[in-house]
């Protein structure tokens, strides 16, 4: 039995239609976990804002997405992990790339190995880096900033992965049209 609705701009609760509605604007379609947060108009616009500001952080795009996939790899959200995939190949990553992502595994790029190992030591120990793990992540090149700016990523995807957690949100069609590989992996 499932205790959540998914909604559309039809059922969703007052204030959720127009967030709904800014959603598809950016997707070209309703997302699932997105029609499922429509529940709480709140929620679902602390999302769709976080997302915004996360996009304007001082990450390039890929960046970004090896952040979020991280994330979601390390706590174990399906959902996201397609979803990221399919944004980290629009963005450029190729599949060895997201596949290293999603199994939390080393990528080749020394910098963005050094963003995937300090996003994932930060889930992991929940905040608590000894100063030398961050010392390491500025020597990659990173800024003080960004260190913050991992924070906001880990609250986003916490926000996210815990509700797909809770609604066993499954992903779009669309999301796992574009996650599927573009070429085979050797």
Do not use: W
């Amino acid at each position: 039995m499932n205790l959540f609705t998914k909604h559309t701009d039809a059922t969703a609760p007052e204030g959720a239609a127009e967030v709904l509605a800014k959603v598809k604007a950016r997707y070209g379609f309703i997302p699932n976990l997105a029609a499922t947060l429509a529940e709480s108009p709140v929620t679902l616009d602390a999302v769709l804002n976080l997302s915004g500001a996360f996009d304007r952080s001082s990450f390039t795009e890929i960046e970004r997405q090896v952040i979020l996939i991280t994330i979601s790899a390390v706590n174990g959200c399906d959902y996201c992990k397609t979803v990221h995939a399919a944004l980290g190949r629009k963005a450029g990553l190729d599949d060895k790339m997201v596949r290293a992502l999603v199994a939390l595994a080393p990528v080749p790029d020394a910098k963005l190995n050094a963003l995937r190992d300090f996003t994932r030591a930060m889930v992991e120990e929940r905040g608590r880096l000894h100063e030398q793990r961050v010392r390491q992540f500025l020597e990659a090149g990173y800024t003080n900033a960004q260190v913050f700016e991992v924070v906001m990523g880990i609250a986003l995807k916490t926000l996210t992965n815990y509700s797909n957690h809770l609604t066993n949100t499954r992903p779009n069609p669309e999301f796992v049209a574009m996650a599927e590989p573009s070429e085979k992996v050797a």
